[in-house]
């Protein structure tokens, strides 16, 4: 699933290529694809696009009326003059004669159009703290009043947005925290690595352009770099890197994490 850095890539491989069109045509070829399917077509079609943004995993194409919010989930793609095939569920034509796609295998994203009060509404009430934005003791209080193991308190979007299982799992090794450790029992000194990781983890990843685990690309069909400097996430029964002990696999709120048992001992 494309997480915080993915994103912000997808956005920045874009926005040149975006702002000024006018969408000309709207081809919703998988109506469960889009909200508002009765009328997103009229709500869209005509409008000017005037910038691109990012809220944890969420796209946000400004219009000139209103807003698309975009979450691309498990495969979703948006891709700039990108190839059209039986994956490609909407296409935005603009007035230069270039498009764009949203192509998704899964079919599990969704496009919605929105005017500006309820977007603001729906990112206040569903989305959480942005990490490169977020002060510390603001992250601390929101995540302290919080029960559960810290692996899944990290993948809830409205504590912190952003953050999914490839970059919680890598977040929680450099933190030397186990992924089932209670959150209520965190000290300071782990309120403290947790920021720090979680915000310079994220940056590296989104300088390099991602993880592409799969099938990842972005706007250009670019594939991420960070992958390689994986620590943890997806090499389960491998060394570790550190210490050299193999590492293993568990459950968490129902998603597999990999972890040291030596660098990520349970207090």
Same mark, same amino acid.
């Given at each position: 699933?494309?997480?915080? #850095?993915?994103?912000?890539?997808?956005?920045?491989?874009?926005?040149?290529?975006?702002?000024?069109?006018?969408?000309?045509?709207?081809?919703?070829?998988?109506?469960?694809?889009?909200?508002?399917?009765?009328?997103?077509?009229?709500?869209?079609?005509?409008?000017?696009?005037?910038?691109?943004?990012?809220?944890?995993?969420?796209?946000?194409?400004?219009?000139?009326?209103?807003?698309?919010?975009?979450?691309?989930?498990? /495969?979703?793609?948006?891709?700039?003059?990108?190839? $059209?095939?039986?994956?490609?569920?909407?296409?935005?034509?603009?007035?230069?004669?270039?498009?764009?796609?949203?192509?998704?295998?899964?079919?599990?994203?969704?496009?919605?159009?929105?005017?500006?009060?309820?977007?603001?509404?729906?990112?206040? /009430?569903?989305?959480?703290?942005? #990490?490169?934005?977020?002060?510390?003791?603001?992250?601390?209080?929101?995540?302290?009043?919080?029960?559960? #193991?810290?692996?899944?308190?990290?993948?809830?979007?409205?504590? $912190?947005?952003?953050?999914?299982?490839?970059?919680?799992?890598?977040?929680?090794?450099?933190?030397?925290?186990?992924?089932?450790?209670?959150?209520?029992?965190?000290?300071?000194?782990?309120?403290?690595?947790?920021?720090?990781?979680?915000?310079?983890?994220?940056?590296?990843?989104?300088?390099?352009?991602?993880?592409?685990?799969?099938?990842?690309?972005?706007?250009?069909? /670019?594939?991420?770099?960070?992958?390689? /400097?994986?620590?943890?996430?997806?090499?389960?029964?491998?060394?570790?890197?550190?210490?050299?002990?193999?590492?293993?696999?568990?459950?968490?709120?129902?998603?597999?994490?990999?972890?040291? #048992?030596?660098?990520?001992?349970?207090?």
């Amino acid at each position: 699933m494309p997480e915080l #850095p993915e994103v912000e890539n997808v956005i920045r491989s874009l926005v040149k290529k975006l702002i000024g069109k006018k969408i000309i045509a709207v081809g919703v070829l998988t109506p469960s694809i889009v909200y508002n399917r009765y009328d997103f077509v009229e709500l869209v079609q005509d409008k000017y696009i005037t910038n691109l943004e990012r809220r944890g995993k969420y796209i946000i194409i400004r219009l000139d009326n209103g807003n698309l919010l975009i979450h691309l989930r498990m /495969t979703g793609k948006l891709l700039f003059d990108g190839i $059209i095939s039986k994956h490609t569920h909407v296409k935005f034509d603009f007035n230069n004669g270039h498009y764009l796609l949203y192509n998704d295998v899964r079919k599990f994203g969704r496009i919605s159009y929105l005017n500006n009060e309820e977007l603001e509404f729906y990112l206040a /009430t569903k989305v959480g703290l942005e #990490p490169a934005l977020m002060d510390y003791e603001d992250f601390k209080n929101k995540l302290s009043k919080k029960n559960g #193991p810290i692996k899944k308190n990290l993948l809830d979007q409205t504590i $912190i947005a952003g953050i999914g299982n490839i970059y919680a799992d890598e977040i929680l090794f450099a933190s030397g925290l186990h992924p089932v450790f209670e959150t209520k029992c965190l000290l300071e000194k782990d309120f403290f690595a947790l920021y720090t990781n979680i915000r310079e983890i994220l940056e590296k990843a989104t300088i390099a352009g991602g993880s592409t685990i799969r099938d990842y690309v972005n706007g250009d069909g /670019t594939a991420g770099k960070y992958q390689d /400097t994986h620590k943890v996430y997806g090499r389960g029964g491998k060394v570790c890197n550190c210490c050299g002990c193999i590492l293993e696999k568990t459950k968490v709120a129902g998603r597999t994490s990999v972890y040291c #048992p030596v660098c990520q001992r349970i207090r």
